[in-house]
């Protein structure tokens, strides 16, 4: 693993602070098993979610949202945090499905303000948008 190509002002943060530089190649791969350890045991959650929903009758007329904060560097750039514009950094995902939502699969690579999310749901739920500052919906 390489360190930073340069220091972009935020090298002594604490997340680049957690594990030495060099990063070298045992430490980086349990850094990934622990990162892909915490996406399983998520994937296991919104799987809960979703076979509960089934259960019910309700996933037909349920808005599922999954998003998350953004990601990590994981030794991209030599970097170990999220403190920075790369790309891997600052995408975060965001999957919606149910009533008023486009067909299955379909995959829009649009930016999205994650601010605006809230009046967007109550718009597919029916609702108003809230008052000034809540973001603009679509």
Partial sequence: MRSPAFDNGELSIRDEQLIRTPRDSPTMTAEWRKYLGMVMHLDDACGR???SLERRALL?????????????????????????????SVRVPLILAGP???????????????HDLGPTLL??????????GEGEGE
């Fill in 49 to 51: 979610v979703i076979a």
């Fill in 60 to 88: 037909d007329e349920t808005i599922v949202v999954l998003t998350s904060d953004h990601g990590l560097a994981l030794g991209s750039h030599g970097l170990l945090g999220k403190q920075n514009m790369y790309e891997h």
């Fill in 100 to 114: 008023g939502i486009p067909p299955t699969g379909a995959r829009l690579e649009a930016a999205v303000y994650l």
């Fill in 123 to 132: 718009r597919l739920a029916g609702g108003a948008a809230g008052g000034e």
